[in-house]
Antibody, heavy 119, light 102 residues
């Protein structure tokens, strides 16, 4: 049984950066493809990016290219998402989720991390 | 980019009733269409993948169908715990959600 445990809520000022972590338990991170999805009241669920196992690289939604970085620490079974240049429009709940490439679905989800961007 | 349009955006139903939610793709897609249920303050939960495959542990009153650009989620014999928001998803794109209310 895969469990994804995310880091706690964050409050940031515009222009700052945020790091959200996602610890995997029940499986090794190397066996999974962890992706990130955010949810805002205005834009619903929005995919940010995640690990693509065939090429062994991380792919990002075009909208966030240059502003987002996703990393994995396999020794700690922890995935992280860094988002820079925050604006109030980045205020959202950020989720990590495992993606099943065989049939293109998000299988298990973390509990979500609220990131609030406000001056 | 492919767009996924759900309809309706909200609906009212009764316990024991039946609802059908539609998800239309802006272009022909694979049948790798998934449905999620989300309750307030909780993460989305996978119900159906591959358009019609029920995830293990999901009650059989949920079913999915469709292909190409038109997909549906049907819930029969609605239970109180089914009142939630439902999303479709095709690869990196989610529908805007359908809220099922009493």
């Amino acid at each position: 049984q895969v469990q994804l445990i995310q880091s706690g809520a964050e409050v940031k000022k515009p222009g700052a950066s945020v790091k959200v972590s996602c610890r995997v338990s029940g499986y090794s991170l190397t066996e999974l493809s962890v992706h990130w999805v955010r949810q805002t009241p205005g834009k619903g669920l929005e995919w940010l990016g995640g690990f693509e196992p065939v090429d062994g690289k991380t792919i990002y939604a075009e909208k966030f290219q240059g502003r987002i970085t996703m990393t994995e620490d396999t020794s700690r079974d922890t995935a992280s998402m860094f988002l820079r240049g925050l604006t109030p429009e980045d205020t959202a709940v950020y989720y990590c989720a495992t993606f099943i490439w065989a049939m293109d679905y998000f299988d298990n989800w973390g509990q979500g991390t609220l990131v609030t961007v406000s001056s | 980019d492919i767009q996924m349009t759900q309809s309706p955006s909200a609906l009212s139903a009764s316990v024991g009733g039946r609802v059908t939610i539609t998800c239309r793709a802006s272009q022909k897609t694979s049948n790798y269409l998934s449905w999620y249920q989300q309750k307030p303050g909780k993460a989305p939960k996978l119900l159906i993948y591959g358009a019609s495959r029920l995830r293990g542990g999901v009650p059989s009153r949920f079913s999915g169908s469709g292909s190409g650009t038109h997909f549906t989620l049907t819930i029969i014999n609605l239970q109180p715990e089914d009142f939630a928001t439902y999303y479709c998803q095709q690869r990196w794109t989610f529908g805007q959600g359908t809220k099922v209310e009493i």
